[in-house]
């Protein structure tokens, strides 16, 4: 049910050069701080290829969701590659990580953990529960009923635990990497929006390609050697937690004009106002755009964002949180033609 890393934990990367440690936190990113964040992604991405056969778009949308302090929901079918994504990217950081395995007997306890009373002292003790760590792999979490999923409510956006009227403070960062199966599978629930909500992104990794799909066959069949380990144990942590932290602040640094914010605001109330829409995306839904938008800026070397990053990741951010009508759906229309339409529609300049 539960699994835990405390080997990551020893993982070690360079720090963070000292100006950047040291930078006011208001001044704005510069362009040897950028190139820093870029090549760190390069190497990370570079890292997670090497077991992931095909999958670099995904795996850049992983890095990028990281950096923006977010959470990443992998909606797929099964073995397409959704819980070594998360893996890789776990020993890639040098981080721990922690899965929990959601099966429909699952409580919210086992999430968060609970209080538990101690005979020789008579009083109660709290014993963490996985969701104390820095990547929580929430594996097949629409296999667990909506009670327990909504235990990661408070985690995923306060980066905290309240049990027994007692707060506690997760780690940083801290990133909860969710795989799903599709609705119609047997033995799944829907999210609940609240949930679905508080997913920066949520991307399919999709079948691999014929020569991907060649080379994954070969490699996984091929006969052991004596010191075989499995693929994940055989990548190199690129950074630390720590390196991490600042990192994600330094992203939030990259310059977004107040033009472009304007374009996000208009954006977000056309899908609320559209016709096929019944939950258009909501002012959260904005802010994890914006912070999405300046972290794939980062990663390209940029000190500032661009239109083209909104339409190029506006589909993996706002796509899963808009409820489509009964009537849009029967239609065959899909959020990814409701968003296409919202940018056909608004233009950048008023």
Request: overall charge neutral.
């Given at each position: ?114 209080s538990i009373y101690d005979q020789s002292t008579g ?228």
């Amino acid at each position: 049910m539960l699994e835990a890393d405390p080997a990551a934990q020893t993982a070690t990367a360079p720090a963070v050069d000292a100006a950047a440690q040291t930078a006011d936190q208001g001044a704005p990113i510069t362009e040897d701080q950028a190139g820093r964040v870029a090549a760190l992604g390069a190497e990370i991405g570079h890292e997670i290829d090497r077991v992931l056969e095909g999958k670099a778009r995904a795996v850049r949308l992983a890095v990028t969701v990281l950096l923006a302090d977010g959470h990443l929901l992998l909606e797929d079918v099964p073995g397409v590659g959704k819980t070594l994504l998360a893996k890789a990217l776990a020993a890639a950081l040098g981080a721990r990580r922690s899965r929990i395995q959601f099966t429909p007997d699952l409580l919210p306890g086992d999430i968060t953990g609970a209080s538990i009373y101690d005979q020789s002292t008579g009083s109660f003790t709290f014993r963490r529960g996985a969701v104390f760590t820095h990547i929580l792999l929430a594996d097949e979490i629409n296999r667990a009923s909506p009670k327990t999923q909504s235990a990661l409510l408070e985690s995923m956006e306060e980066r905290q635990v309240s049990v027994d009227g007692t707060t506690y403070e997760l780690d940083s960062p801290f990133m909860v990497i969710a795989t799903a199966n599709p609705v119609e599978m047997e033995g799944t629930y829907h999210l609940p929006e609240a949930q679905r909500d508080r997913f920066l992104a949520q991307i399919s990794l999709g079948y691999p390609g014929h020569e991907a799909e060649l080379r994954m066959l070969a490699a996984q069949t091929a006969p052991l050697p004596q010191d075989h380990r499995e693929p994940v144990q055989q990548i190199r942590a690129r950074t630390s937690p720590a390196e991490v932290a600042q990192l994600i602040r330094l992203t939030r640094r990259v310059h977004a004009s107040p033009a472009l914010l304007d374009y996000i605001v208009r954006l977000a109330a056309a899908t609320r106002g559209h016709g096929q829409v019944v939950l258009g995306a909501s002012p959260r839904a904005a802010v994890h755009l914006v912070r999405m938008l300046k972290a794939a800026a980062a990663l390209d070397g940029r000190t500032y964002v661009v239109p083209e990053d909104v339409r190029q990741l506006i589909g993996p951010v706002w796509r899963h949180r808009l409820h489509l009508s009964p009537q849009a759906l029967s239609r065959g229309v899909s959020a990814a033609d409701v968003l296409r339409d919202v940018l056909a529609s608004t233009p950048l300049n008023r």
